[in-house]
């Protein structure tokens, strides 16, 4: 007659598969499959957006280094120990209650920041604190994969669009270029240049901010360098594209149908990628003055 177990010996190896994270491994795929599930529309739409709109082409990469952050990051959520939190049932609620809203109301940025709320809530239920904040920087992250809303969008374009025709026609000027400037509108006397939303680096901005963000994580463990990179993606990004478009007006008085054709396309991507070094000289220059600042105490 085998004997039968006692209540000391069946709770060791439950402790042990718990602390392996068996069960929040596997909590986190179920409720991972059920958000996919109930978000397929909000998410298809939001693919849709990424492949056909320019300014969010970077989307497609965004999910693929989060999950490559909590990829990297296993060892310290599937090796501890963790407590599940009714709180974030609450937060799933919330997060279909916008969706509902935001379905009724045909609001995509609502129903798609639903998403997140949502996925939040659910690492929080089966996880507790202390998972969401291992998870909190790819939850953040995720932010960069959802288009800015209209609204935002149209107030921001506008003064970036002036501004990078403001800073054309002055160093047009400079460099004895006639230019009259209208708006957003330069007139050259070979042609007139109209800074439309797509130039006023707002694509630039956010893909830059993205990098920036898996840039620093990767390469500075500082938790700090992450916000001063993110910062400094601002003027850095604004700069850029204003010279872009000085750059375009300059090509246009030479050879105004490379400037509209070829030119204006390849301009983008070396711009873009002037900015990125750009990112680069700006760590190392936080980096040498953080370690100036620590080697003078």
């Known amino acids: 007659m085998k004997p039968s177990l006692t209540g000391e010996e069946i709770v060791p190896p439950?402790?042990?598969a718990r602390s392996e994270g068996r069960l929040s491994l596997v909590g986190l795929a179920w409720f991972g499959v059920l958000l996919l599930l109930c978000?397929?529309?909000v998410l298809g739409q939001l693919v849709s957006d990424w492949y056909n709109d320019e300014d969010m082409g970077h989307g497609f990469f965004v999910p693929v280094a989060a999950g490559y952050i909590i990829w990297q990051r296993r060892k310290?959520?599937?090796d501890q120990e963790f407590s599940t939190s009714v709180w974030g049932l609450v937060?799933?609620?919330?997060?279909?209650?916008?969706?509902?809203v935001a379905t009724l109301g045909l609001e995509l940025f609502l129903a798609r920041t639903a998403?997140?709320?949502?996925?939040?809530?659910?690492?929080?239920?089966l996880g507790g604190p202390r998972l969401l904040k291992l998870f909190l920087f790819p939850l953040f992250l995720l932010c960069f994969m959802i288009p800015i809303p209209a609204i935002v969008y149209n107030q921001i374009t506008l003064p970036l669009q002036l501004f990078a025709s403001r800073v054309a026609e002055f160093v047009l000027s400079t460099i004895g270029i006639p230019v009259l400037r209208e708006g957003n509108i330069l007139e050259l006397s070979s042609q007139k240049l109209s800074v439309v939303e797509a130039c006023s680096g707002i694509r630039?901005?956010?893909?830059?901010?993205?990098?920036?963000?898996v840039y620093s994580y990767i390469l500075d463990p500082k938790p700090w360098m992450r916000v001063a990179l993110l910062v400094a993606t601002v003027p850095i990004a604004i700069v850029a594209n204003a010279a872009r478009v000085t750059v375009t007006g300059i090509v246009s008085e030479w050879n105004p149908a490379l400037a509209q054709n070829v030119f204006h396309l390849v301009e983008g991507w070396v711009v873009f990628l002037?900015?990125?070094?750009?990112?680069?000289?700006?760590?190392?220059?936080?980096?040498?003055?953080?370690e100036r600042m620590?080697?003078?105490?």
């Open 14 to 16: 439950l402790k042990k």
């Open 39 to 41: 978000y397929a529309p």
């Open 76 to 78: 310290q959520w599937l």
């Open 91 to 100: 937060v799933v609620a919330l997060g279909a209650l916008q969706l509902i």
């Open 115 to 125: 998403f997140l709320v949502s996925l939040a809530g659910a690492v929080l239920y």
């Open 204 to 213: 630039s901005l956010l893909s830059l901010s993205f990098l920036a963000l």
């Open 274 to 290: 002037v900015a990125v070094m750009i990112m680069v000289g700006a760590h190392q220059f936080f980096n040498k003055v953080y």
């Open 294 to 297: 620590h080697a003078g105490r």
